[in-house]
């Protein structure tokens, strides 16, 4: 059997898993989603017995069945391996009544790496079909970035180029990504601020001279974000695999419902949650936490979705979006398939600024998705109260989600909370969270301090940057990034 995606917007080309991974996107526009979701389910008393990893082989395979299982298996391996520092890879802990689920355990210490880690490795598989090379183009504003190089640095027949607005991110985030070793990977500051790097890239798919020059070199361009189905579907394994740490730990029975809480920006890791309820996992309610940026809190609440909002820039900068990309994917499940009505919310959405649910289907997501939102005031009491009375040190994507879960009505389930990011990762405002002063202090001084005040060592993937070789130096204007793509391709695939 092989599960066939096609479009959100139209189910009459369908491609393998492979191909889907490959393209990113559907050629319309929308997103790859497949029917078959859910014809598998996990036997839950096995995964309860289950190592992460074999968790893992078992989701791919229920969603991406036409990778071949000893394929699966090295991917499995390759990504969780030691590049986490943990064996557990993603390991539940205890906050209060309530669980954390730690997923900032990978070599950029957020939650994105465990996708990021697995789609690389998804995606040479995928192109042995056909032997082309891949290039992969991102624009990040910090993070992303990091997380990709780390991701594709030395994987066969891949490389990755990075593009991030020069001056405007952290020291940190900037010595992450000028610093990553690998001989596939190239990384470029840009003279200009982050949308004009994300925009300059968009024209650099769009462009199909490039396209055509890089093609008679064996060469495509592909994209890594976080609508690839290849990121997607990793994000379903932690979900399994919290709920059997929870019976291991004699707090779960096989069958009890747990409810998880996920602090949300483009939808892609509690959509992660709603898959893993699909593939048999008892899942009670998916909490979408959102920061003042709540477009998602209003849909859940009102059933309209309505972007035409100012932008506000919070201490959760990973969860400031306005339009949450992975979304469309819900509506296609929460619509059973109806690809027309999916398009034209799109289109409203785009057009309009703004798309309305009918009542009836509002109630039937409410079903699955609860919500809330917190203010920045709130998410810094939640990170000093968390260290005051729990002795537990979060990171404010954190906080916004055990803000929004301590306001709901307790139901009796098993709570858990997904931890995004290492506190570290965000130390300044970390600090300032815990009434410390962070005047005058560098990113690293900030670490120091935060690990001075708490006694909680500052993860190494951080802490040894201060001592690497910065190996990427290059600064271009907006208009010289198709050129530094190509040179970056004759370089990586001589
Ligand atoms: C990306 C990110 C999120 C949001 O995840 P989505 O899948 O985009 O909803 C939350 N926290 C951190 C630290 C992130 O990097």
Not at 2 to 16: D, K, W
Not at 38 to 66: F, N
Not at 387 to 412: C, F, M, N, S, Y
């Amino acid at each position: 059997m092989n599960t066939f995606y096609h479009s959100t917007r139209g189910n009459s080309e369908t491609v393998t898993s492979k191909q889907a991974i490959l393209t990113g996107i559907a050629p319309d526009g929308g997103l790859f989603v497949s029917d078959q979701l859910g014809d598998a389910k996990l036997d839950l008393a096995q995964v309860a017995s289950q190592t992460y990893h074999e968790t893992a082989a078992q989701v791919l395979s229920a969603l991406l069945d036409d990778y071949q299982k000893d394929e699966i298996e090295s991917c499995v391996a390759g990504a969780y391996g030691d590049n986490f520092d943990t064996s557990a890879v993603t390991p539940v802990s205890a906050l209060g009544d309530d669980w954390l689920l730690e997923l900032y355990h990978g070599p950029t210490c957020a939650f994105k790496d465990v996708a990021l880690q697995m789609l690389p490795r998804l995606m040479s598989c995928a192109r042995k079909g056909d032997g082309r090379n891949v290039m992969i183009v991102t624009a990040t504003s910090g993070d992303t970035g990091k997380a990709a190089l780390a991701g594709f640095a030395d994987i066969e027949g891949c490389g990755v180029t990075v593009f991030y607005p020069d001056g405007k991110v952290s020291d940190i985030q900037r010595l992450q990504m000028a610093t990553q070793e690998g001989s596939n990977v190239a990384v470029c500051a840009i003279r200009g601020t982050f949308d004009d790097a994300q925009t300059e890239v968009k024209h650099i798919f769009a462009n199909q001279e490039l396209a055509q020059r890089l093609a008679e070199r064996g060469t495509m361009l592909s994209s890594a974000n976080s609508i690839n189905v290849g990121r997607l579907v990793p994000q379903v394994t932690y979900y399994f695999d919290a709920y059997a740490q929870l019976v291991r730990n004699g707090s779960l029975s096989v069958g009890d419902a747990v409810d998880f809480c996920v602090p949300t920006g483009n939808f892609g890791d509690v959509l992660a949650g709603y898959y893993a309820k699909r593939l048999g996992l008892p899942v009670g309610k998916l909490i979408v936490a959102s920061n003042t940026n709540k477009v998602l809190t209003d849909f859940l609440e009102t059933g309209t979705y309505d972007r035409r909002r100012d932008f506000v820039k919070t201490i959760s900068p990973s969860m400031d979006i306005l339009v949450s990309s992975n979304l469309e994917r819900m509506l296609y499940y929460l619509t059973d398939g109806d690809c027309e009505r999916v398009s034209s919310f799109m289109r409203d959405l785009a057009e309009r600024g703004f798309y309305t649910l009918p009542g009836a289907l509002l109630a039937k997501l409410r079903e699955t998705f609860d919500c809330g939102f917190a203010t920045d005031d709130e998410t810094r009491a939640t990170i000093r109260s968390a260290w005051k009375q729990h002795h537990v040190l979060i990171d404010p994507h954190t906080a916004v989600a055990k803000t929004v879960l301590d306001r709901k009505e307790h139901g009796g389930n098993q709570r858990v909370c997904l931890s995004t990011a290492s506190p570290y990762k965000f130390s300044a405002d970390v600090l300032s969270a815990l009434g410390a002063s962070v005047d005058g202090l560098d990113g690293f001084a900030c670490m120091d301090e935060l690990q001075r005040l708490t006694g909680i060592a500052a993860p190494t993937q951080l802490s040894t940057l201060r001592s690497k070789d910065v190996l990427h130096k290059d600064v271009v204007d907006r208009d010289q990034m198709p050129d530094f793509v190509e040179s970056s391709c004759k370089r990586v695939f001589a």
